[in-house]
């Protein structure tokens, strides 16, 4: 594999759309690649004209900006497709990161590949990965979730979903939601699952603390791990279910159910009292002893 930049060896290619991650703190992390493309496309896409004008004002590019949100993506994406048409370049971007993850743009994305755009990624920072590189729990396969529902039962009924997913979870969460967050996480997952919160990724204030999700809940609620700055919240993935469990459920569930039980309850029992059992197996077995 080469190792220039891009496929030509001759600078950016005219009709191509550049997906360049930015720093998500740390400045110094942008690549030279990134801040060479940066500076040479005919305009940069992104989600807040704001926040990036300040990073290329520090960066010394004076590309032209434009908005590109998911309130205005759908609409915009057309015209902007129709300029790389004509020979443009341009560069998409986030507020940090890698764009398109839990950020818009796969709108853009998929108009210009079906335009015959060329689409070349510029990889860089991505939260996620950093988070997981740092958070001492398995990283052999993980499960992005990016942002759980903000509202209180969504997101309990998210997380019940989850709650045995055997891969390591990685989250996002605003500060002001992330002690309701941790506790519903504790209620629904279980307390003795063990979690990692990373905030300030790169930045002076970074910090990776890793505990029972039940402590992490405890320490945030009482502000002795402060809710301040971009919170990755990761969890480890729940105990593969084995032929132990299996035997030591059915016993359990044929009880429960002969003494009335109904099979969503003897389904949540059995689940506490074997916590690797999965809770969607438990009550499929429980609405068959049921005769359901």
Do not use: W
């Not at 991650?21 to 690549?31: E, Y």
């Not at 590189?133 to 052999?140: E, K, Y």
């Not at 969460?173 to 506790?183: C, G, I, Q, S, V």
């Not at 002969?258 to 809770?279: F, I, M, Q, Y």
């Amino acid at each position: 594999m080469s190792d220039t930049p891009d496929p030509t060896g001759s600078g950016i290619e005219p009709r191509t759309l550049y997906i360049v991650a930015t720093p998500i703190g740390n400045l110094a992390d942008i690549s030279a690649r990134a801040q060479r493309i940066l500076g040479e496309v005919n305009f940069i896409a992104a989600e807040d004209t704001r926040h990036s004008t300040r990073l290329l004002r520090a960066l010394e590019i004076s590309t032209p900006l434009l908005a590109l949100h998911e309130h205005n993506e759908a609409a915009k994406a057309p015209a902007l497709v129709e300029r790389l048409l004509q020979g443009e370049t341009a560069a998409l971007i986030s507020d940090a990161g890698t764009p398109l993850v839990s950020d818009p743009g796969y709108r853009l994305v998929r108009a210009a590949q079906d335009a015959g755009i060329a689409v070349r990624t510029v990889p860089g920072a991505s939260a996620p990965l950093a988070a997981l590189s740092i958070a001492g729990l398995a990283t052999d396969r993980f499960a992005f979730e990016g942002f759980l529902p903000a509202r209180k039962a969504a997101r309990q009924s998210r997380l019940n979903e989850l709650a045995d997913e055997p891969r390591t979870l990685i989250l996002f969460e605003a500060p002001h939601r992330l002690a309701a967050m941790l506790a519903d996480c504790a209620a629904c997952v279980g307390a003795d699952r063990e979690a990692t919160l990373a905030r300030e990724l790169t930045k002076v204030h970074e910090s990776c603390q890793r505990a029972p999700l039940g402590e992490l809940a405890r320490r945030v609620a009482e502000g002795k791990e402060p809710a301040r700055g971009e919170c990755v919240v990761l969890i480890a993935g729940a105990p593969v279910k084995n032929a132990e469990h299996e035997a030591q459920s059915e016993p359990l569930l044929a009880a429960l159910i002969a003494e009335g039980v109904s099979p969503r309850t003897a389904a949540a029992v059995a689940r506490r009292l074997l916590p690797g059992a999965k809770r969607r197996d438990l009550y499929q077995r429980a609405l068959e002893l049921a005769g359901q």
